[in-house]
């Protein structure tokens, strides 16, 4: 069924919020079709509502995982976890947050649990809900801050083998900075990278690799 489109008057007058329809999602996603359909391709929905665009994204991820991996449990969770790590939103208010990791949590676990019936790992649930509080966050896409003022920050996930993933947290901020050519060669958070032959941003944190079942203990 499609969402409503509409909260209400107050709302689309304050904070331009009219969601978009389905049909419109998936015919602007169809236009960058390669990329929802790579596993470990990054999005990000600045202004995110309730995740219009990445509901639909993940639900297309998912059902490549789905099919490359559903007789493999394991291969399953690690991958549908990867697809799911993938999907970053930016959203002003607070109840368009909790929607949207509602609505994303609602997608992978429905899937998860058709699959793993019985057998589902609840340590593997809660390590989607992890990292959607990781990466769908309350902040202003516009300053690029939080409503207290501080940055924005993004954890990075990396399939490093097996089950074991990599985190390491960037400041959105500097992502965007560090995306443009406009590039301030005295910016000490860049580093040049000789190979890619541009200049990086650095994580603001590294975390040990952890056991994706384990990955919610560092909070
Ligand atoms: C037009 S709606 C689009 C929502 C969603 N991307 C979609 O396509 O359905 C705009 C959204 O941006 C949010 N918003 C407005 N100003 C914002 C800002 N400065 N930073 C982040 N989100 C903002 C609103 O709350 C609303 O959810």
Request: hydrophobic share 35%; with cysteine.
């Amino acid at each position: 069924m499609d969402h409503k489109k509409i909260k209400s008057r107050e709302r689309v007058a304050t904070y331009g919020e009219v969601f978009t329809s389905e049909k419109e999602v998936a015919a602007m996603l169809d236009l960058v079709e390669s990329q929802t359909k790579r596993i470990e391709a990054t999005f990000l929905e600045p202004s995110c509502g309730d995740g219009a665009f990445l509901s639909e994204i993940l639900k297309r991820k998912l059902g490549i995982v789905k099919n490359i991996y559903q007789k493999s449990k394991y291969d399953y969770e690690r991958y549908s976890i990867l697809a799911l790590s993938t999907l970053y939103g930016v959203e002003l208010l607070p109840d368009n947050v909790q929607n949207c990791r509602e609505r994303l949590f609602s997608i992978w676990d429905s899937e998860y649990l058709k699959l793993a019936g019985n057998s589902f790992d609840e340590d593997c649930r809660k390590a989607a809900s992890f990292i959607l509080k990781k990466n769908i966050l309350l902040g202003d896409a516009l300053t690029l801050r939080t409503p207290d003022g501080g940055p924005i920050i993004f954890a990075e996930w990396s399939l490093i083998s097996g089950t074991k993933f990599k985190r390491r947290d960037y400041d959105l901020h500097e992502l965007i900075e560090s995306s443009s050519n406009q590039l301030d060669l005295f910016d000490q958070d860049l580093e040049f990278d000789p190979e890619a032959r541009t200049f990086i941003p650095k994580p603001i944190r590294e975390y040990p690799i952890t056991d994706l079942k384990e990955l919610y203990l560092n909070d």
